[in-house]
């Protein structure tokens, strides 16, 4: 099958039925989209299907149309988005090992709602785990990258 | 790891301990610098190298800060580079920080500390005991990082691994120049001869440094002259974590990978008694499927996904646990011990039995229940392991690295230290449970069994909540007598598993006699009561219990800090004018802390404006008094936490914004136990197996904590934990001033809905 991931033309042969973060992280390599729990509750492995965030680990490669991007996609560590710069001025990560998926979250958010509220915050990112208990800088970088993309 | 063995079980337990290793080992051995691993490495046949010391290494792309502890969320590989490029003068801009190799050179000198008496005793003998504790634990040699030890373990060393550093890089200059060293300076990774303005860097005089010998432990600068300790740096980590390119275990890439699982018996130390793997093994990509000892397999593959399903395909049955079945025969196992004679006897004084029989209807006594908990790190345990040419290689995140490359030494005798490599990668969170070394072990038997291929063996998140060490559960039975403003009697009975024990039948580690951390936190207490005795019970399960954040702390602030305020409601007292009169004179740190919490919130009681609920606590855990207070109210939706603030007292703050984040994040990870926490056992088996059954707070359910940071203490501190065991009694108390209903059992959703 032909996947389109961060504007790369990618074939693939897999069962229709592997998830899309196995095809991500074991067979094309991009290993920036994280495994947490397999069932769609954490929210590590977000990717972007077109710009809608969905949860890789649990949709199926095989179901999936349209252009993923990944966190690889997103910047690059020379040029990083607004989000990212916003993540790293406030010094968001503890381990980051859910920081990929948060950004994919609040990068969806941001897009579809460019002055969220923090309610807008809390039902976009809800189903982002993040163990070391980063909300206060999130939700702070989210509100900093939603003023510095209006400026832009 | 093997000299501890050596130490008898009665020297480890008592502060004498330290005289004891000063004679043993001779204090002369113990002045001798440690070797430096990196001369060893496989880095050190690089060109250009040159390491002046274990914690540095000089090449042509820079100076490297070997950051030996294992960066886990909690930026201490920038708060120990920090401390190296303020005695060092490095452009912050430029410093890359490693973990390093394993190696006994990189011990904690202060893991003894703790049981070298009260941490709130800063008279001279007390110091004097602590420092003596040093040498036992260099010989010792344990490369860990946990208890909140690694800032003040490095704070002189890493300043004097900086200057001393800076010593021989300046007098390899002034030889280059022929000048007098003393009138040379440094800056920004350069020495700099200010008569002419000539400039040499770091890069070009480190090999000539490299053989000048210099102090190991020159003079430090001043604080007042401090350049970045004390400020908020930008973390090294930090940017790669927001692009995907920070490497976990999970992402290292080895040619000719394969991809593992594990499928391993749900109940402890239970066996295969029957199984078919012929189904599995049929499977699309699955390469083969291996028994590990009698109780487990792996499977492997080469997709992690495959591997999985071939591991839901195998049929197996296994034999029954050796423990009892369900958590209410686990709970009565505990009740039982209390009929046993107590595991130890601490903070005894005068004689509360005297007290409680004239007390009459003044006796308060209370119960408390606490479960047992999983670490559940966001990323699954994974380790990456090759077995080649007599050569091991293990890729993972380690709190503990030569504990793990001593656990694979011990499975073969042709292992050496120079044989086993442990690469630690950045961890995906790790709060106690990446000290456990089972992940890799099991790893290393698996890449065993590939032809020299590299392995990567990643559970699924069903493997790790059901293979924890967990927390364990916990029953404490308090009983107290007022005075007119403080307690005048106070016995505590606690009954939990022994960590130590259940370690000593998985490593090297000794089994203690009586273990400190059962109590901790009920006991070293600055509680200045008259008549008091803490005692302790261990109810033995082949249950694997271990280091959860804060240890005997996360449990015993609750159950002291509820008592407390149990005692002072009823006196009808305010618990903290009766704190304040407790604590006397014994820690005039902890009186600020509270003091200062108190101030932030503007106190006057339980009942705040608006109809909200206030809870006071305070924990001295890891050397930093932490006084906390949470706001509660009601909403049509259930209790919702308001509000929690903090004050800390770490002695030195070495990075203010860094310090935020850990209180913050200890304190989302206590009410995240204290609201939903629990693992429970059905047939034996772990019944929690994910995110919905045992939940992590969200970003909705997280209150605004604001975090005041203080620095009266006498001696620094380090704050990954020490936010943990107040938040939960803090949230309990809050809810009894809302509600009148006392909790006194966790989770405390078993008992009000939370929002």
């Given at each position: 099958m032909?996947?389109?991931?961060?504007?790369?033309?990618?074939?693939?042969?897999?069962?229709?039925?592997?998830?899309?973060?196995?095809?991500?992280?074991?067979?094309?390599?991009?290993?920036?989209?994280?495994?947490?729990?397999?069932?769609?509750?954490?929210?590590?492995?977000?990717?972007?299907?077109?710009?809608?965030?969905?949860?890789?680990?649990?949709?199926?490669?095989?179901?999936?149309?349209?252009?993923?991007?990944?966190?690889?996609?997103?910047?690059?560590?020379?040029?990083?988005?607004?989000?990212?710069?916003?993540?790293?001025?406030?010094?968001?990560?503890?381990?980051?090992?859910?920081?990929?998926?948060?950004?994919?979250?609040?990068?969806?958010?941001?897009?579809?709602?460019p002055?969220?509220?923090?309610?807008?915050?809390?039902?976009?990112?809800?189903?982002?785990?993040?163990?070391?208990?980063?909300?206060?800088?999130?939700?702070?970088?989210?509100?900093?990258?939603?003023?510095?993309?209006?400026?832009? | 790891?093997?000299?501890?063995?050596?130490?008898?079980?009665?020297?480890?337990?008592?502060?004498?301990?330290?005289?004891?290793?000063?004679?043993?080992?001779?204090?002369?051995?113990?002045k001798?610098?440690?070797?430096?691993?990196?001369?060893?490495?496989?880095?050190?046949?690089?060109?250009?190298?040159?390491?002046?010391?274990?914690?540095?290494?000089?090449?042509?792309?820079?100076?490297?800060?070997?950051?030996?502890r294992?960066?886990?969320g909690?930026?201490?590989?920038s708060?120990?580079?920090?401390?190296?490029?303020?005695?060092?003068?490095?452009?912050?801009?430029?410093?890359?920080?490693?973990?390093g190799?394993?190696?006994?050179?990189?011990?904690?000198?202060?893991?003894?500390?703790?049981?070298?008496?009260?941490?709130?005793?800063?008279s001279?003998?007390?110091?004097?005991?602590?420092?003596?504790t040093?040498?036992?634990?260099?010989?010792?040699?344990?490369?860990?990082?946990?208890?909140?030890?690694?800032?003040?373990?490095?704070?002189?060393?890493?300043?004097?691994?900086?200057?001393?550093?800076?010593?021989?890089?300046?007098?390899?200059a002034?030889?280059?120049?022929?000048?007098?060293?003393?009138?040379?300076?440094?800056?920004?990774?350069?020495?700099?001869?200010?008569?002419?303005?000539?400039?040499?860097?770091?890069?070009?005089?480190?090999?000539?440094?490299?053989?000048?010998?210099?102090?190991?432990?020159?003079?430090?600068?001043?604080?007042s002259?401090?350049?970045?300790?004390?400020?908020?740096?930008?973390?090294?980590?930090?940017?790669?974590?927001?692009?995907g390119t920070?490497?976990?275990?999970?992402?290292?890439?080895?040619a000719?990978?394969?991809?593992?699982?594990?499928?391993?018996?749900?109940?402890?130390?239970?066996?295969i008694?029957?199984?078919?793997?012929?189904?599995?093994?049929?499977m699309?990509?699955?390469?083969?499927?291996?028994?590990?000892?009698?109780?487990?397999?792996?499977?492997?593959?080469?997709?992690?996904?495959?591997?999985f399903?071939?591991?839901?395909a195998?049929?197996?049955?296994?034999?029954?646990?050796?423990?009892?079945?369900?958590?209410?025969?686990?709970?009565?196992?505990y009740?039982?011990?209390?009929?046993?004679?107590?595991?130890?006897?601490?903070?005894?004084?005068?004689?509360?039995?005297?007290?409680?029989?004239?007390?009459?209807?003044?006796?308060?006594?209370?119960?408390?229940?606490?479960?047992?908990?999983?670490?559940?790190?966001?990323?699954?345990?994974?380790?990456?392991?090759?077995?080649?040419?007599?050569?091991?290689?293990?890729?993972?995140?380690?709190?503990?690295?030569?504990?793990?490359?001593?656990?694979?030494?011990?499975?073969?005798?042709?292992?050496?230290?120079?044989?086993?490599?442990?690469?630690?990668?950045?961890?995906?969170?790790?709060?106690?449970?990446?000290?456990?070394?089972?992940f890799?072990?099991?790893?290393?038997?698996?890449?065993?069994q590939?032809?020299?291929?590299?392995?990567?063996?990643?559970?699924?998140?069903?493997?790790?909540?059901?293979?924890?060490?967990?927390?364990?559960?916990?029953?404490?039975?308090?009983?107290?007598?007022?005075?007119?403003?403080?307690?005048?009697?106070?016995?505590?009975?606690?009954?939990?598993?022994?960590?130590?024990?259940?370690?000593?039948?998985?490593?090297?580690?000794?089994?203690?006699?009586?273990?400190?951390?059962?109590?901790?936190?009920?006991?070293?207490?600055?509680?200045?009561i008259?008549?008091?005795?803490?005692?302790?019970?261990?109810?033995?399960?082949?249950?694997?219990?271990?280091?959860?954040?804060?240890?005997?702390?996360?449990?015993?602030?609750?159950?002291?800090?509820?008592?407390?305020?149990?005692?002072?409601?009823?006196?009808?007292?305010?618990?903290?004018?009766?704190?304040?009169?407790?604590?006397?004179?014994?820690?005039?740190?902890?009186?600020?802390?509270?003091?200062?919490?108190?101030?932030?919130?503007?106190?006057?009681?339980?009942?705040?404006?608006?109809?909200?609920?206030?809870?006071?606590?305070?924990?001295?855990?890891?050397?930093?008094?932490?006084?906390?207070?949470?706001?509660?109210?009601?909403?049509?939706?259930?209790?919702?936490?308001?509000?929690?603030?903090?004050?800390?007292?770490?002695?030195?703050?070495?990075?203010?914004?860094?310090?935020?984040?850990q209180?913050?994040?200890?304190?989302?990870?206590?009410?995240?136990?204290?609201?939903?926490?629990?693992?429970?056992?059905?047939?034996?088996?772990?019944?929690?197996?994910?995110?919905?059954?045992?939940?992590?707070?969200?970003?909705?359910?997280?209150?605004?904590?604001?975090?005041?940071?203080?620095?009266?203490?006498?001696?620094?501190?380090?704050?990954?934990?020490?936010?943990?065991p107040?938040?939960?009694?803090?949230?309990?108390?809050?809810?009894?001033?809302?509600?009148?209903?006392?909790?006194?059992?966790?989770?405390?959703?078993?008992?009000?809905?939370?929002?």
């Amino acid at each position: 099958m032909k996947l389109n991931i961060n504007g790369n033309d990618h074939d693939i042969e897999v069962e229709a039925e592997m998830p899309l973060l196995w095809v991500l992280r074991d067979e094309v390599g991009l290993t920036g989209t994280k495994f947490g729990c397999g069932i769609a509750q954490c929210g590590a492995c977000t990717v972007h299907v077109d710009g809608q965030p969905i949860r890789s680990c649990s949709h199926p490669v095989g179901q999936i149309k349209g252009k993923i991007t990944t966190i690889e996609g997103l910047g690059s560590p020379d040029v990083m988005t607004k989000v990212q710069e916003a993540w790293i001025e406030h010094q968001t990560p503890q381990c980051g090992y859910c920081q990929s998926g948060q950004i994919m979250s609040a990068t969806a958010l941001l897009s579809a709602n460019p002055s969220p509220t923090d309610e807008d915050i809390d039902r976009a990112m809800a189903g982002n785990i993040c163990r070391c208990g980063a909300y206060p800088r999130i939700r702070a970088a989210i509100h900093a990258a939603a003023k510095s993309m209006k400026e832009a | 790891m093997s000299t501890l063995g050596k130490i008898t079980r009665r020297t480890f337990m008592v502060a004498s301990v330290a005289v004891v290793g000063g004679v043993v080992f001779g204090t002369y051995k113990y002045k001798q610098a440690v070797p430096n691993p990196l001369l060893g490495s496989d880095d050190a046949a690089k060109p250009d190298f040159a390491s002046l010391n274990p914690y540095l290494k000089i090449d042509q792309n820079g100076v490297t800060v070997i950051t030996p502890r294992a960066e886990m969320g909690q930026g201490i590989h920038s708060t120990l580079a920090m401390l190296v490029a303020e005695e060092l003068d490095l452009d912050w801009k430029t410093i890359k920080t490693e973990h390093g190799p394993a190696s006994n050179s990189y011990y904690v000198g202060i893991m003894m500390e703790a049981m070298a008496g009260h941490m709130y005793d800063h008279s001279t003998k007390a110091n004097t005991i602590r420092d003596l504790t040093h040498i036992p634990a260099k010989f010792m040699g344990m490369q860990l990082t946990g208890g909140s030890m690694s800032t003040p373990d490095g704070f002189v060393k890493m300043r004097s691994a900086g200057a001393s550093a800076r010593l021989s890089l300046t007098l390899a200059a002034a030889k280059e120049w022929d000048v007098k060293a003393s009138t040379l300076k440094t800056d920004d990774g350069h020495v700099i001869n200010p008569a002419n303005g000539e400039k040499l860097a770091y890069t070009a005089l480190a090999v000539k440094a490299a053989a000048i010998e210099a102090p190991a432990e020159p003079p430090l600068r001043d604080p007042s002259q401090w350049r970045y300790l004390g400020k908020s740096m930008p973390r090294t980590d930090i940017p790669a974590k927001t692009n995907g390119t920070a490497e976990f275990a999970i992402d290292v890439k080895q040619a000719d990978m394969l991809h593992a699982t594990v499928k391993m018996s749900p109940r402890f130390g239970a066996d295969i008694k029957s199984s078919d793997t012929s189904k599995a093994e049929a499977m699309s990509g699955v390469d083969k499927i291996i028994q590990l000892d009698n109780n487990g397999f792996a499977i492997i593959a080469n997709n992690t996904w495959r591997a999985f399903k071939a591991a839901d395909a195998i049929e197996v049955e296994w034999d029954k646990a050796s423990y009892p079945e369900d958590t209410a025969g686990i709970f009565k196992a505990y009740e039982d011990s209390f009929k046993t004679e107590p595991n130890g006897t601490f903070d005894e004084k005068g004689d509360v039995e005297l007290v409680f029989a004239d007390a009459g209807g003044d006796l308060v006594e209370a119960e408390y229940r606490v479960p047992h908990l999983a670490h559940s790190t966001m990323e699954p345990m994974t380790a990456v392991a090759q077995v080649k040419d007599g050569r091991v290689d293990i890729w993972t995140g380690s709190q503990t690295p030569t504990g793990f490359r001593d656990a694979i030494m011990k499975l073969d005798e042709s292992l050496t230290e120079d044989n086993v490599h442990i690469h630690t990668t950045l961890l995906g969170g790790g709060f106690g449970r990446r000290s456990e070394t089972d992940f890799a072990v099991s790893a290393y038997k698996i890449a065993k069994q590939t032809n020299g291929k590299p392995v990567k063996v990643t559970w699924s998140r069903e493997e790790d909540m059901r293979h924890d060490f967990y927390r364990p559960a916990a029953i404490a039975r308090f009983k107290g007598v007022m005075g007119a403003k403080k307690p005048e009697a106070l016995d505590a009975q606690i009954a939990s598993p022994s960590i130590f024990l259940s370690m000593s039948k998985r490593s090297t580690m000794p089994a203690m006699g009586a273990d400190p951390l059962i109590a901790e936190g009920t006991t070293g207490q600055p509680d200045d009561i008259e008549n008091m005795r803490v005692r302790t019970y261990t109810p033995e399960l082949d249950i694997p219990v271990g280091f959860w954040r804060s240890v005997g702390a996360s449990y015993n602030g609750f159950v002291h800090e509820s008592f407390m305020d149990e005692l002072a409601a009823s006196k009808a007292l305010d618990p903290i004018a009766m704190r304040l009169e407790m604590f006397g004179d014994l820690a005039p740190t902890g009186n600020k802390v509270v003091e200062k919490v108190a101030e932030m919130a503007k106190w006057s009681g339980g009942k705040g404006a608006n109809g909200v609920g206030r809870g006071f606590a305070y924990t001295l855990s890891f050397g930093a008094h932490t006084a906390q207070i949470i706001d509660v109210s009601i909403t049509d939706r259930g209790i919702k936490i308001d509000k929690v603030y903090c004050a800390i007292d770490v002695g030195t703050a070495i990075d203010p914004r860094n310090i935020e984040a850990q209180v913050q994040s200890s304190i989302i990870y206590g009410l995240t136990s204290a609201m939903t926490g629990e693992i429970t056992f059905e047939n034996g088996e772990v019944v929690q197996s994910n995110y919905h059954d045992y939940p992590a707070m969200r970003i909705h359910e997280t209150p605004e904590i604001e975090v005041a940071i203080l620095e009266n203490n006498p001696r620094i501190t380090g704050v990954g934990e020490p936010g943990t065991p107040p938040s939960i009694p803090a949230l309990a108390n809050a809810i009894f001033a809302l509600t009148g209903k006392r909790i006194r059992e966790l989770p405390m959703n078993k008992h009000v809905d939370f929002i």
